[in-house]
Every structure is written in C-alpha cells, then in structure tokens.
C-alpha cells in the first residue's frame, strides 16, 4: 500500500473509531445506575399517610393527550408538575393500569383529580422528596371497543408496545420537554435513560412486555403485581426458568446486557401474583450475570392484589427513583 493510502486509511479508522466512542457514551449515559444500591429491600413499604392524599398547594396539572394508532386515536392522561417549564427536561414515567380499568384510574382525569394519588405526587414534588416528573397514563384497551374481557386484555397489552413507541411517545414528547432531543426514534432512544416504563398487574405484564421488546427506548422498569406471560398471553405450562430464560434472551436479542437497565420490582405477599412472580423472580436471580446487581424486589407483608396497594407501590418506588439532587 502507498504511503499515502496508509495514512489516509489510519486517518479514516481513527475518525470512525472517534465517531464510534461518542455515539458509545451517548448511547451510556446511565442517570439509572446506582439508583437501587441504596434502597433497603426488607424496609416495609409504606403507606401513603392522610396528609399526603389532601390537595397540595402547589398542583400539577392533569391534560388529555390524543395520540394516533393505526386509522384512529386513542388518549392518555398526562400529569404536568406544578411550575412545568417548556425550557427544563423531565424525566418520563409511564404507568400501566390493570385489567378493567382505564387512563384515569390513578391520577383521575382532566379537571378532576380523583382519589388522592394525585394529590400524593404533588405533596411529594412539593415538599421536596421527589423530583417533578411527567407521568404518562395510557391504556391497553382500544378506546372505541369499550370492552373488559380478558381476551381483551390480551391483545392490548400485546399491541400496546407498538402504539408506545410508534404514536404515544413521540406525540406525548413532541408536547412537552422530556430528555428527548427530538422525537425521532434514534433520540428517543438515546434519551433511553430517562425514561421508565410501569404497571400494576396486567399492566405489570405489559411492563415485561416493554422490557422485552422495547428496551431500546426505556431503561427503568417497575413491574407491580405481576409476572411475565411469555408473547403476552397466559402460558400455561411455562415455568418460572422459561419466564426468565425468555426475557433474558429478549434482553440479549435487543442488544442490552446489565449494565444497560434496573428492574425494581414489587408486589404483596398476599397478592395472587406473589406465587407467581416469587418463583419468577428468584429464577432470573440465578442469572447472576444480568440480574445480579440491576434488579431489586420488594414484598410488602400482607399485601394484597388491589387499586391501593398499587398507589402505595408508586408512592414508595417514584420517589426512591426520582430524587431531588
Ligand atoms: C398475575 C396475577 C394476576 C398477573 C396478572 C394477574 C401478569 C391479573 C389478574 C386480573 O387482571 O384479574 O401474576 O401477571
């Protein structure tokens, strides 16, 4: 090879490595790790004390944002911080309701705030033990089916992670300032790290069905009172080491390994998903490897499968997650 041509190919390879570091540390920045490092996993979870379901004074603000899926639309209940700023960034949470219920389950609806929950987010924001996020409440359901079965059921949580990423994200992101530089699919997944995916018992499974299949966008996932069912329907016959084999190869098959996402996982010891996602959760604990120092679960004692032990999970985990500086 002629000089010339040498040194042009060193000049090339040293340019593309450089390129390659950078969209490397992009690609890294991890503001999730060493969040679960402090938390005490046999603290008991508390619960959310009557001063904090009173109205705050400083309020955040609850909006309805339409968002398209195929020919139609569908809606998600946004939860905006008191003092929401266009100019700042937000970290972005999206909570997944359960089987029968809908997008103003746990913050109420636009204009009506609901059952306290709300009220809880502002108190914590407003006292300084969480950081104001965004909160994105959609729903697995179509909007114009109106229907609840469990067959239902089924096929949203399996559609959902497409209009996720596809129509709800970049609408919900394009409104308002999240750590998304634009909401095109490479800087939704560059700002990976701020953003979290969770849900209460179907909407926990649609919480494994985000981790497994769209990891490229979330790295904080929060699954409550519920396990993985393997593609999204009940698998019959699955045991606890298919579950985990099946979402750590989801996890390796995207391209992620542990250093990449947390799990911070809950339930009750009295809840009916506490036999399934015990066992579960203690299979994908072998695979020390991926899981070993990335995920964490809690078990609140006497804790059954119900709206409020949800609301308490979340009062629990946000701020744990999302503390001030
Ligand atoms: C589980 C137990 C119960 C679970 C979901 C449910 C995804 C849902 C029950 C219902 O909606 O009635 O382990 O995991």
Redesign the pocket.
Known sequence: MKKEVKFLVAALLASLTFVGVCAAQEQTERPFANKLSAIDVNAPIKAIPREYAQPAQERGELVRVDYPVGDGTKYAVVYLPYGYDAAKRYEIAYVMH???DNQNMLLGAPGEPGNGFKNAIDNLIEKGEMSPIIIVAPSFYSGDRGDRG?GD?FRGVQEFPKELVEGLMPTVEEKYSTFADSTSPEDLAKSRGHRLFTGF??G??QTWLVLTQQMKYFAVFVPL?????IGGANPRGASPNDKADAIAKAIEEQGFGADDFIIYAATGSKD??EP??TPMIDAMKKNDALFGKNMIYRVKEGGV?SFPAFQEYLFNVLPELYKPE
């Open positions: 359960g089987g029968g469990m059921a018992s179907m926990s499974l009172s519920g396990d993985y069912w009916i998903a399934n996602m499968h």
